[in-house]
Every structure is written in C-alpha cells, then in structure tokens.
C-alpha cells in the first residue's frame, strides 16, 4: 500500500483520461516529413521475439534506404494494450507491429492494422498454409498481416518417469487421464500436468483440437459459439480431472510450476512446438529426458490439434511508408536467409512453408534426444483444426481467466462447463451491447 | 487586504507602492491587480494542464460510448456517440463491481487498524526512554515503505507459493500441514500483510514525528504527578498524536480504495484472484484489456466521488473530537 496526497483523490478519476491526453499531446508534426524525404526512411517495429534486432540487421545492412529500428515488448498482451492506446490517442503507434494471430481481428476492428493486399506480392500467400493464411486475411480480400510462426501443438513428457512407471505415451484422452491417474497414484506428488485457469490460448488450442471454432461470419453478422459441444466436451473433461485430483489446478508459468517441472513433480506439459525454448529455460536440470508425441486424440483414427501462440507481423494504420514496411514484412517472413536467421537467432517456428524445411533439421538442443523431433511436428502441424477468432477475443480471454479460476479452486467438473456458458454469455453481451452485427 | 501602510510598517517597500498608486492613476492600479495573477499563473496553469483538464476529459469521456456497425473491421466501423448515464447504469449495476468493492471494504478493515495499530506501537515503543537502538529500529521498519510495491508483492508471491516457499520448506519439516495462502478466502491476508509491510513505517514515522514534538515539561509534570511509562503513553501521548492517527488514517482509507498494484502483481500465481479483484483492477480490464475507455471513465468517477465522500466523511466525523480541543 502506498499513501497519497489529498490530490491524488482528484488524480484517480483522471486516471484513463491522462494516459489519452498526454499521448495525445504530442500529436502532430513528430514525423517531420520535409526532413526525412531526403533521408532513408525510418521504420519502428514492436515485437517481443527474441534477438530480433539481429534478424533486423541483415535487413538493414542491405536496404540503407529504409532502415527498421527494433523496439522490444514485453509480450503478446502488453503489446496489443500499448498499440490500441496509441492509435486511440492518434499518435505513438510503430510503423510495424508483432501480433499474435488471436489478436488480429480485434486489431483489424480498433483500425490498428492497415490493408497491405495492394502492396503485397501475389505469390506471397503460396508460401504459408490455408488455415493460417486465412487468420491474417479473417477470409475477406483484405491482408493485415504476413504470418511468422506458428504454434501446432504437441504432448511434452518425462520419457524417463514414462519408462520407469511403465506407462506408454497416451494417444487418446482415456488414455491420458489413465496415466495421468497412474502417475498421481505412484507418487502422490507428481503430476502429469495442470489445468491452468491463466491461460486461455491454451485451452482455445485444445478446444480447437475438438472441432471447436469459437467465433464465425454468418452474412455480415459474427456468430458466438464459445459454448459449443466440442467445448464443453473439453471443459468437462478437464474438469473430471480436477475433480478427481490427478491432474493439478494450479496455474502455468508462474515460480512454482518452473520448479515443478525442473523437479520433476510436474512430468507432461501439452504444449506447442516452442515449448523446447520454455523448458530449456526452466528445467534445465531434465535435460535430455523429455520427448515430444502428437497429442491424445479424441478420434484415434482422426488425428487433429489446436494451435497454441503464433504470430504474423502487421503495419500499423499510423504508419507513414505503408510499402516499404510490407516490403519489410514480406521479406521477414519469406525470403528463406530471414527465415534462417528466425530460426536461429529467434527460435521460432515459421509459418513459411518452402523456407521451414530448408531451416528447420536438426532437433532443438534441449531435445537432442528425439531426432526426428522435427517430423513428429511437421505431422502434427498438418493437422491443425480451422479455428476462426472474434473482434472482441479479449473478452473472451479475460473471461476464461475470471470463470475458470473460479471453476479450478471449486475443484468440479460442474463447474467448468458452467465457466464455458458463463464465457459465451459474457463474450455474446460484450459483442451485443458494442453494437456488432450478432446473428444468434 | 486592508491597508499595508498601517498593518505591516516593518515591510519598508510596501509604503512607497501604496503611495505609488495614489499619485500615478488607474493604469498602474490596474496592472497591481493583475499583479496576483501573474504570480499564481503557473500554478493555475499546471492545475488546469494536469488536473482539471484530464478529470473534464475523464468525465466527458464517461458519458460517450463507440458504436460498431456490421461485422466491425476496418476503417470507419467505430463511432463515437453519446451514452448518456448507461456508463454508470451498468457500472453500478455489475455484480463483479460491486463485489471488488466489498472485497476491497474487508481489505479495508483489515489492513487499516493493523497497519495503524502496528504503527502506533512501534512509534511509541522508539519514543520510550528506555528504548535502545532507535535509529536502527527506526529504519529497519521504515525500510519496507522504499520497497516499490510490484517489487514487494513479487517477492512476497515466491514466499507464499509452496512449491517455492523456503517458509513451507519448514513446515514440511515440522510436519505441518499449513494451507496455501493462494487457495480460496485465504488470498484477502495474503494481499494485506504486503499492505501492512509496506505501510507500517511511514506510518510509524508520521506518529514518532508527532510524538517528539511534544513538549518536555508535560513528561515532566506527569512524573511529579507519579504517572507510568504507560498511562503518559495512554494518557498523554496518544491524546495530543490523535491528529497525525486521523491523518494516517485518511490516507491509508484513500489507499486502500486505490488498491491496484500488489493484487495485480499476484493475479498470475492464483486462480483466487480475478481480474476485477478490486475496483481499480476492473477499471484497468475494461480500459485496456477490453479497450472500453467509456466504462472505465465512469467507473473511476464513481470511485473518485466515493473516495471523496468517505474521506471527507471521516475527517467531518472525528475532527470535532480531535482537533477541537486544541482551541
């Protein structure tokens, strides 16, 4: 608790409009057009890949006419608050913007992200996959974005607890919750993973991987169908998994669950193909007894998955050299030495379909144990389910995080399938009371 | 202003103005008039910039809503109109507003007298003559408040985390069975002892301050009269010090309604914490992570205008008792 001033009573209503005013104070003439057309053009980018300035300087060393400055963000979430912020206020928004595919039509509703399809080469959208070509196009003739990576996702595992326990790697749902309840049996510490109320890309990934779609375009009206069978099947099922204690409830990504998994109490993670990076960087001490496997399925002889993460890179509406950034981004995400440098500075998994093969060989480090790391997730990735995301996907986000941190400490199957109505009603009335086209 | 040439003669200049303005008419008696407001300009005009500026913007945008028309997307989709007091019909009315507004009266209750409380008996503890190592001590519980609140929450979060905790460690030791501050209603006490850790010394320091300026001769008096080191601390000490409490209190009242940053900072290790856990949070979900500034505007109206009556309720409420017998 920090103490205030009387004045700082006054200061808490102001609190939002300050943020807007004072963005909006230094509003014009900052681009200084008379001074630059003689200069290179000078081309901001927000994203939170990490080494992109180095992929950025090989761009730069060969294009000293239009030179692009890297400006790191702390992450998918923070990025889209600060790039709406900025083109509310009317100015302060990068030339280039990093954007999570989820994200995208809520960019494209606030007119963040500007229509590049003039710009654009015609065989550009031959280098990437159907369902994530349409993700940066939301299936209209306009493109928003050139996609970077994608996120397939995949079963991560303690090969070794797997051998010692003398369990096979699951490959349906019954399956896992067998084992999930084997593991939780042996040792009633560990666990085969968490349901984690925090992360909604996640659960959207394995609700996606069911045959959910959460939003769609019915004429010009958008269709809400969060509470969908698929969904509830995957909400329920969870649930019964957290009701029966073998799978833990606490949430992902926070100091406990870094050292459960470099401790070996927490053995499976489902999760997509940059997990390596993620368990590198935090069970450093289980290196080389983890392996990758295609998801559990639902449907044995019908292998999908969901996505989890993933991002296209985007120019913004208050960009002043709308071609040369597309120019940038087109370059980025398909000339095959940017894709490389992705690949090796970054560690993503690129989106491109023709430079991803040539670039992506050898496993990660961290799984240097599974070699054909790679093949396992080139087949998975082909079986991506379409999932199509909704102008107001935040919502739905923060909602999932609200009624499923509810539904994960009462500890019911129950009360996960009504964290999933709650989500609809909550996303559905958002959507309404907006003013959108809904068709119900 | 009554006249300067016979209420300050000490003040030599003022003399010759005022006989100034006698002998060289109505333009230089009125530039004199003008002469306050250009000494109070720059405060006038950082108060107007930075404060009454952002609260007309607040409020103004509190009664606006944007319209989306079709599917939304692209160009010329939004539009800004009039909303009326909808903004403040559906605040008021949200379940999850009204619940993070009791949560944070219970967060009230609890950290308040504590703080408070701790902070008064520290100060008094420092104040006592028999008291050894007074600097340090003072410090040493001082030294929290120069702790930034995020910074704070975050390393109080890997303490209250069992999977962490060397605290747990401990209690596994000892077997135990101590359960984790993150689950359920135990989450209130975890978010006010960093409050109440953070809070206590400056607290403390605004009554020790209180404390030393009271004179020597009313201790002195008391020992004639035979009094103990606790009734001068009941009796005398806390009476003429019930100022500096009344004014911790108000302010630790206008904190606790502005609660944000530790609840914020603990939302990720807890499934306890919802992202409209107190008012201030929802205001931050709806302002910019549902990117309605409309909402969020009335709903920081309504808090400010809360805080303003509470505040000044309590001060209408005790002020007679406390300051009154001063005069």
Redesign the interface.
Known sequence: ????TG????????????V??ACSGGGDGDTGDGAEAAGPVELTFWTWAPNMEKVVDLWNADHPDVQVTVNKQDGG?PAV?KL??AI?AGSGAPDIMQAEYQKI??L????ALA?ISGTLGDDVAGHFADGVWNAVT?G?D?VYAVPQDSGPMQFYYRADVFADLGIDVPTTWDEYAAAAATIHEKDPEMYLGTFS??DAGWFTGLTQQAGASWYG?DG???VVDVDSDATRKVAEYWGGLVEDGVID???M?????N??LNDG?QVGWLSAIWAPGVLAGNAADTAGSWEMAPMPQWDANAPATGTWGGSATGVT?QSEHPEQAAEFITWLNTDPAAVQALVDESGIYPADVPASTEALSDPPEFFSNQPDFYEVAAQTAGTVQPFTYG??I??AF?AY??EF??A??AKKATAFVDAVEAMQRITLD?LKS????VSE | MTSPTTTAPARAGRPAVATATRTTGPSTSGRRRLAPWGFLAPAIVLFVL??A???A???Y?SFRT?????????????TEVWAGLSNYASALGDPEFLASVGRVALYGLI?VPT?LGLALVFALLLDARRSRATTFSRTAIFLPYAVP?VISSLLW??LY????SPFYDVFDALGWDVPSLF??DLVMFAVAN???W??TG??MIVIYTALKAIPSELYEAAELDGASQVAVATRIKVPIVLPSIIM?SV??M???L??F??PTTLR?????????WTPLMK?Y?D?????D?YS??AT??I??VA??VL?FGFLRLVQSRAFGQEK
């Open positions: 608790m920090r103490l205030s004045t700082r009573i006054a200061a808490l209503a102001a609190a939002t409009a300050l807007a005013s979430d608050t709406l912020t509310k039509p809520q494209v509703s606030a007119d229509d939301l209209s306009a109320a925090n375009i010009d009206a958008w409830n606490k949430p990504y926070t100091p406990e669950w050292a459960a109490t509406s102008p107001n935040n919502v923060s995080n609200d941190a509810k994960t400490k958002d907006s003013g959108f086209n | 930075f404060l500026l952002p609260i913007y607040a409020v945008l944007e319209k989306v028309s079709g599917l939304g997307l692209g160009a010329g989709a939004r950290v703080m609140a979060g890997f985390l069992p999977g962490v689950e359920g960093i409050a109440v953070g809070g400056f607290n911790t302010f630790s206008i904190a606790t502005q609660v940053a530790e990720p290790l807890s499934n306890a914490i919802s992202t409209t205001v979900r302002a910019f992570t549902r990117g500034l969020a505007a920081s109206v808090i400010a805080t303003f505040s």
